[in-house]
């Protein structure tokens, strides 16, 4: 979406619009606790229009797409999503793509302000094949929920986290609290945006993060910095087949997950609540007086209190305390290991989720 963008939805009875990359929709309606759990409960809509959306079309899309990215493509049917990703030689994140098919065309939803630079590069790969990429972001946007909104024919795309997709593999537990929030993006017009939305409650991005956070899902333009690989994230569940080959990054992705491990990962905190406030994204994750890594989102849960993911050095024990600083506020924060510390190194291993393999 343009730099300016204001959603019609802003035009809500008590919106107050929200900064930075999610700016031109709301941050909150009034009471963005109650509105996350009205969310999750399927029982308000959130506006997601300022999110990029681009389209394939050509007799080559899905194999040109899937000899680019770290995804397996080529099999998707009409109606079927997942995620995948373009990365660097390095095998570092460089854009992240949710993908839906559509009869004719694959439909790209993408975060707020890097469908330009998704365009551009996709342009650059197209050679001779029979590929046309479109850029749609000025004329359509996303709504958000955990159910079918009724009354719109708009396609959806339905979020594969937390499953573990096939060629995919989990590094964190099996008890996965994702399972709990499904998540739908229905991709409609711009100029059709309020009547879609009719005459349903919304949440605002307050409540859509929280419920983010809460199920451990990393977002691109939040968990990812110039050195992020998909390891660190769990995002080898959904975004990477590992069986398919012949993609910038490829070797990367094997090496460290089969004989590596990788140099940090992502972590669930619960913060301590006393506080009253939340850390800002980057404040210091602490053990002791040492920097062992930065938080990456923060947000006020109707249930749990105050939580963040944070991305933090591999080896961090995960059961000792840790504690974010923000300025001068430190909070106290416990660790719900996501990634875990032993997380890759399995070639010769036992298959699967990391753990024991049974005994006797």
Known sequence: MGTGYQSVLLQRDGAVEAGGVDAGVAAHYGAPTREARKLAEGKAIADLSHFDVLEIRGEDRRSWLDTLSSQRINNLEPGQSTQTLLLSIQGRIEHEMKVLA????????????????L????NSMRFMLRVEVNNLSR??????????????????????WPGVAPGGWAYSREDHPGKERPWLL???AIDELASAAADEDLAGMMAVEALRIAAWEPRFGAEIDDKTIPHELDWLRTAVHLEKGCYKGQETIARVHNIGHPPRRVVFLDLDGSMHTLPSTGAEVKVGERIVGRVTSAALHYEAGPIALAVIKRNVDPETVLSVVDGETSYPASQDVIVTPDAGQVAGRFTGFLRTPPQG
Do not use: C, M
């Not at 365009?119 to 996709?122: A, G, H, S, W």
């Not at 909104?149 to 708009?154: F, H, M, N, S, V």
């Open 139 to 160: 004329t359509h946007g996303v709504l958000a929920a955990t159910r079918p909104i009724p009354g719109t024919e708009a396609p959806v795309w339905t979020d594969p």
């Open 119 to 122: 365009e551009q590069f996709l």
């Open 102 to 117: 559509d009869q004719d065309r694959l439909i790209l939803i993408a975060e707020p302000g890097a469908g330009a630079a």
């Open 186 to 188: 229905h991709v409609v």
